[in-house]
């Protein structure tokens, strides 16, 4: 534990998750400081590190392709400006369709990723089979893939944002677990933690699966669900497979790391929330094991090293929260990303950092604001492609 | 099964014989400790260093099918083995250069960055170096397809030792029908009770209390099946196994546990050398002497060295080096001798050998009890964590009890620990006097030992995680730059994250570290394990889902 330094600080991040840690950086780096951060876990105990490193730009909604392109020029950048090789290595994404109602909705993503100025591609059976070598016969109709989509290791991501941080200012408090806020005036005045409250003018509620309970501590009602989601790694074995695999009926997804292990997952229904803790289950492992030997019949014969789960923190519409919460002034959310933040943290937390500063925002409100939640007529957009 | 003609296979091109009932590694390990493997990523020369199906050492591909532990097999005819990763052939392996040209190691997490315009190069030469074999064949596969056998019952046994042979046997007594399982492939049976041979239960997730049976146990039996175990209560037999030890070269071909070293002899076997030194001052270092006597030549004790084992070792002609240090193991590719330092102001000396027989630390099979959420106390005698249980055996979990020594109990009342859990089950009120167990307070002996190795200066490769090729540097760097609890040590360095799950690794570098942060070991944290317990096959958790329900705990 190392509990906080001070007892005043401007802005305290909760959540030392990769997006808390960006948010830090961007903070601290603007010298909006004194900046703390705290987290009740180790660093990389949350989603920012149990999660399968995917990073794409195919989504059914502008917006969010705009944010992961700009997060993908960030992944490319990270080794020259943070010093950590995160082996962003853009092997593609490859979204699998059963039928032609599957391959119908990819062609609509494929267009509009185009049309965004994204090299993606249709791909007949033959050309999904000249990229998964092995695959089953008649296993699919078709797919899209987007070659500049790829994927890294999360935890020199973490390190490196981390050390980042810190080198410009930032305090990260490791052990401390924040209960909930203090309010004066009708603002944010602090931060109640297991370490006694600190005074800020703004907390960010990036606490990833935990943002729904943090949010509803400081008495703030929101529609975060926290979702369990399992994921596997297999025994190494020599490079064969270069994109990360999506299929679209059920989410299976899975890539092949710089290390060898396939890493992938699919989502099996648990119940919401926190409470239970992270384990692994026999249905996952059962149906996660099915899902790949019917795909990759020969992948049969190798073996499932470990099982872990972590928490998506999801959102009614898929899009993720960023911005001041109308209702508490000081009270910034950087959180609602789904099964997705990582890919969207570099360019996410620099908006989230904006709102922090009370600098303008150049996000849709419609779509990314809390207010969106609060107003009596929700918007009808959604982002849709909640897979891999 | 001595009986029955040699089952002939192939190994990298040569013809080789295994007896019925024999595995690869045995039949492989007939006059020395072979050569099996590179490691991954200095293509260091390894050899089979646990014997248990535990380690990186002894990894083949047989007929198509990639990770295959040598240890674990059982040939049959016409089986071709083979060795990958490593070029021309793993004994003369020309990548071992690696090893030579990056003496302080490749830094993964900050090399290779610049120039930027290099980065596919060398992502392509990194991934290709990544993994011991090329991707399993689909006749490899195939050949695994077999349903899941489904067993429901009363009590299952895990571990078929001493302690789960008395639980079960008790059971029976009682009237019950327990089935054990063992990981051995040749366990003694117990009359009355089910037994399930070379069958490793991976994943015992925590019991549901609204079901019923409330315990549901994932298993695989060697080569490729797997088995689903639903049961009322459980009892882990688990037992122990033998530590590694950290020293430069410590994963040099020649270096095994004493569980190697005993499971590559017996069965009218000779030992795979003739002049080993076996590490360590306790019982387990005196069976190793008892069994394997005419092959050994010295005994060398962190410690002092207890009168049984002084009696046991002069009454061989064995010598004896208490209160010693190891240094390095050195030699070309196999161990030739060892580097030793009497402890204190002691001289250092050389012993020249052909193989180290690692004896001086045993440590409990946990990854059961992580899994089904008991809860867990630290043990200092031994620098282990055990499960919390009264004194019958009941772990924090109801219906789920830990005998034996995979619960701390000494060998000498592991058969009273099972009677007194079996005895609870079935309804009784077992004797509820204190039984004798590894201490929980005071000072391991390891750490007193490692706190005074780290003063001298380092020599050779000192191997902090043989899966993952970790340098123990790696994990001082991890500590200097202010990472701190095995958790994110674990994760900065890759230290316990390859094929062993960091059963080797992890408790070495837990002492360790609690030396480097200057705190207790539990303070460092807490080591968890993740299923499955070994790497259990694609095709057979595929095939459980015609018995898969989507409910979870
Ligand atoms: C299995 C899995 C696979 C995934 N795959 C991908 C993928 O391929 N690509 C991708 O982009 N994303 C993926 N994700 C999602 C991604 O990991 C997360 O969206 C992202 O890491 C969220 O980062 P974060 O910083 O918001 O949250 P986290 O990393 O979860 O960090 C939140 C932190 O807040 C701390 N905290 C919570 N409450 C409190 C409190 N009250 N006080 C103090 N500290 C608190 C927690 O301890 C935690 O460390 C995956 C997630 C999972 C679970
Ligand atoms: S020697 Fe076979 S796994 Fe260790």
Known sequence: ??????????????????????????????????????????????????????????????????????????????????????????????????????????????????????????LDPGGVAALVDGIAPEAVVGGTYLRTDGTLYPFPAVWGVYEAARSVGAEVALGVDAKGVSVRDGRVAGVVTSEGTVTAASVVNAAGGWSGDFSRAAGLSVPNVATRH?????????????????????????????????????????????????????????????????????????????????????????????????????????????????????AASRRVARAVLGEGVDLDPQLFSPARFTTPAPASAIEGLQLG | MTEGSPRRFEYDGSPGAAQPGETLLTALARERLPILQRSVRYHRPRGPFCGIGQCTGCLVRVNGRPNVRACRYVPKDGDRATSEHAWPSVRFDALGLLDVVFPNGVDNLHGL??????????????????????????????????PVEERNVEVLVIGAGASGRSAAARLVARGLRPLLLDRGLAPQPVPGADLLAGTTVTFLPPASPGRDPPFDALAFTEPGRGVRVRARSVIIATGSYDATLLFGGNDRPGIVTADGALTLTGRGRLPPFRRAVVVGGGERAREVVERLGPHIQAVVAPGEIPPELVRAASDRGIRLYPRSMILSA????????????????????????????????????????????AKMVWRSGTGAYYPDVSEDGATSVPGLYAVGSAAGVLPSSSTESAARAADRI???????????????????????????????????????????DVLFEEVVTANASGYRGIEVVKRYTGLGTGLCQGRYCLPDALLVLSLLEGRSAPEVGYITQRPPTVPMPIAALAALSGSLTMETP
């Not at chain 1, 987290?39 to 502008?62: I, K, M, T, Y």
């Not at chain 1, 049969?300 to 508490?328: H, I, K, M, Q």
């Not at chain 2, 290099?118 to 991707?135: K, S």
């Not at chain 2, 009120?429 to 380092?458: H, K």
Request: some cysteine; charged content about 20%.
């Open chain 2, 330 to 373: 050195n030699g070309r590719r196999r161990v030739r001798s060892l580097e030793l330092k009497a402890r204190g102001s002691g001289p250092r000396f050389s012993l020249p050998c052909d193989a180290v027989v690692l004896a001086h630390r045993r440590l409990p099979n946990g990854p059961l009890f992580f899994q089904a959420g």
């Open chain 2, 113 to 146: 960055r610049r120039p930027a315009f290099f980065t596919g190069f060398y992502q392509r030469v990194v991934r290709g170096l990544a993994g011991y074999h090329e991707p399993p064949s689909d006749a490899a596969a195939a050949a695994l397809k077999a």
């Open chain 1, 1 to 122: 534990m190392t509990p906080p330094s001070r007892t005043s600080y401007r802005t305290v991040v909760v959540g030392a998750g990769i997006v808390g840690l960006f948010t830090a950086h961007h903070l601290a780096r603007s010298g909006a400081g004194p900046i703390l951060v705290v987290d009740r876990g180790f660093l990389s105990s949350g989603a920012s590190g149990r999660n399968g490193g995917g990073v794409r730009q195919q989504w059914e909604n502008r917006a969010t392709i705009r944010l992961a392109r700009e997060s993908v020029e960030a992944y490319r950048r990270f080794g020259r400006e943070f010093g950590f090789n995160i082996w962003f290595r853009q092997g593609g994404y490859l979204f699998l369709a059963e039928n032609a109602r599957e391959l119908d909705r990819l062609r609509t993503v494929h267009d509009l990723v185009r049309s965004e100025g994204l090299a993606s591609e249709v």
């Open chain 2, 426 to 468: 079935v309804g009784g009120t077992p004797d509820p006097r204190p039984l004798p167990r590894v201490s929980d307070s005071g000072r391991n002996e390891l750490e007193g030992y490692y706190r005074e190795l780290l003063r001298v200066p380092r020599s050779g490769r000192w191997i902090a995680c043989a899966c993952e």
């Open chain 1, 230 to 346: 399992e994921i596997l790694a297999t025994e190494p074995l020599k490079p064969f497979l270069n994109p990360m695999v999506v299929r679209t009926s059920d989410g299976l997804y899975f890539s092949q790391t710089m290390r060898g292990e396939i890493v992938g997952g699919l989502t099996v229904p648990h119940p919401t929330g926190t409470q239970g803790g992270a384990p692994s289950s026999i249905a996952f492992l059962g149906a996660m094991a099915r899902a790949l030997a019917g795909l990759i019949p020969r992948l049969g014969a190798l073996g499932v090293l470990r099982a872990w789960s972590g928490f998506y923190d999801d959102t009614p519409d898929g899009f993720p929260v960023v911005g001041e919460d109308p209702r508490l002034p000081g009270f910034v959310h950087a959180n609602g990303f789904g099964g997705h933040g990582f890919m969207l943290a570099p």
